[in-house]
């Protein structure tokens, strides 16, 4: 099976930058689309970004288009959530989350990395 673990989350300021990891270990991800999804106090989990196979191709959702930027490192099983320009309303807990390309379900997650962002 696949573990994901992120990091980097942490307190910032608006506007500051930051970014996130997620290391994946137990089997190669090469096979699996690879995402980020947020959850803000008292709301439901959302999508925020994702990217293919090749890592060369990346989805992203409406309110962090143009700021965020999702990469992946193949080789070292890792992908990166690039946070540019963040506003408070970012502040949420952020989850690496992964799936079989083949499918649509999300099958592995990871535990989790908190971002507060204050003005």
């Known amino acids: 099976q696949v573990q994901l673990v992120e990091s980097g989350g942490g307190l910032v300021q608006a506007g500051d930058s930051l970014r996130l990891s997620c290391a994946a270990s137990?089997?190669?991800?090469?096979?699996?689309?690879m995402g980020w999804f947020r959850q803000a106090p008292g709301k439901e989990r959302e999508f925020v970004a994702a990217?293919?196979?090749?890592?060369?191709?990346?989805n992203y959702a409406d309110s962090v288009q143009g700021r965020f930027v999702l990469s992946r490192n193949i080789a070292k099983n890792t992908a990166y959530l690039q946070m540019n320009n963040l506003k408070p309303e970012d502040t949420a807990v952020y989850y690496c989350?992964?799936?079989?390309?083949?499918?649509?379900?999300?099958?592995?997650w990871g535990q989790g990395t908190q971002v507060t962002v204050s003005s």
């Open positions: 989350a992964a799936r079989h390309f083949q499918t649509t379900d999300w099958n592995y």
């Open positions: 137990g089997r190669t991800t090469s096979n699996f689309i």
């Open positions: 990217i293919d196979l090749s890592g060369r191709n990346t």
